[in-house]
């Protein structure tokens, strides 16, 4: 059976990612990161697809080289369709039409938080179906039913921000440079989960809600600082380790929860708030309580990357899921 071969280029927000896969396995993937946006304590999208457009052709380049492959081996070339920043999805979509184009090969369009879901199946050990994910990101907290490869149910999911959303809020009300998710983990460490407490979301069901967490933590800091203007500096450790406490709890009865519901014991997490370490520690720490198979992606697999856009290529293109050249970016696109 002859090689399958695949192109994957992610570009949604302010990560260019290529990556090649061969049958099913991820044998390079490169990113380069933008550290522009450090300067504005955040993403500017007209600089990320101003990056992107520097970045694409290298970053593709260096991903065919390092798996030792030729444009001409390529059976398809994949990108990310949405959802994420039109102006960066339109970089990477306009090359990946061009490149399939030119080769005269077929285009797979790739659904962006479906890639975070299927990012277990890089590498070993990977869940088996059905099974739940938690896929946690700046823009997106979801509860996933992952039936099979492309069969997915979204049984949770955040009322307003995402669970994301809250760390970086939190990030820069401490100062913190961007991107300040990880350093408030590198943080909380150090720091006493409990020195602090902060409102539990009341929301029925399996949804989520972060924006009245975010306007708490706020109010604490400012009411705070009043009273001692050293006040962060002096706790920073603790503050952080309470609002990740605060949000990895909210995450995880959410997600026992939906294990009881649906009587499952497969349970993952995905996306880039899967790296954090709190995170990681208290799905290991359930599984063992829970007696649940528990499943973490590696940490190159858990921010914006290529490689799971080209896992989930992979299995597109066996069921000949491919789209026309002319398929429109979607920067809202709903799973």
């Known amino acids: ?200 979301p009341q929301i029925e069901g399996l949804n989520f809600s972060f924006s009245g967490l975010k306007t708490n933590i706020l109010y604490f800091l400012q009411k705070q600082t009043a009273q001692n203007p050293d006040f962060i500096e002096t706790y920073k450790a603790d503050i952080c380790a309470s609002v990740q406490h605060s949000i990895i709890q909210v995450l995880m009865k959410k997600l026992k929860r939906a294990a009881q519901e649906y009587g499952i014991r497969e349970v993952a997490i995905a996306g880039g708030v899967s790296a954090n370490s709190g995170l990681r520690s208290h799905l290991q720490q359930y599984g063992e309580k829970y007696h649940w198979n528990t499943y973490i992606p590696a940490f190159q697999y858990c921010t914006d990357n290529a490689g799971m856009i080209a896992i989930t290529a992979y299995f597109k293109y066996l069921r000949g899921e491919f789209c026309p050249i002319d398929i429109p970016i979607q920067a809202r696109w709903v799973m």
Do not use: W
């Open 1 to 200: 059976m002859p090689e399958i071969v695949l192109l994957a280029i992610e570009s949604s927000c302010d990560d260019t990612s290529a990556a090649v896969c061969i049958d099913g396995k991820v044998v390079s993937n490169l990113t380069a990161n933008q550290k522009i946006h450090q300067d504005y304590g955040g993403v500017v999208p007209e600089l990320a697809s101003r990056e992107h457009t520097k970045n694409i052709i290298p970053v593709v380049a260096e991903a065919l080289k390092k798996a030792g492959v030729q444009a001409s081996d390529l059976n398809a070339v994949a990108f990310t369709r949405g959802p994420g920043l039109m102006g960066s999805l339109l970089v990477g979509g306009m090359f990946a039409k061009s490149y399939a184009q030119a080769l005269n090969i077929p285009l797979i369009d790739v659904h962006h938080m479906q890639a975070h879901v299927l990012a277990h199946f890089i590498d070993e050990p990977k869940p088996s179906f059905p099974f739940l994910c938690l896929t946690v990101s700046g823009g997106h907290t979801q509860i996933v039913l992952v039936k099979d490869y492309l069969d997915m149910e979204i049984v949770g999911e955040t009322l307003d921000d995402a669970a994301g959303e809250a760390f970086d809020k939190t990030a820069k009300l401490l100062q913190l440079p961007y991107p300040g998710g990880p350093l408030i983990d590198k943080l909380a460490q150090t720091g006493n989960p409990h020195a602090f407490t902060f409102s539990e």
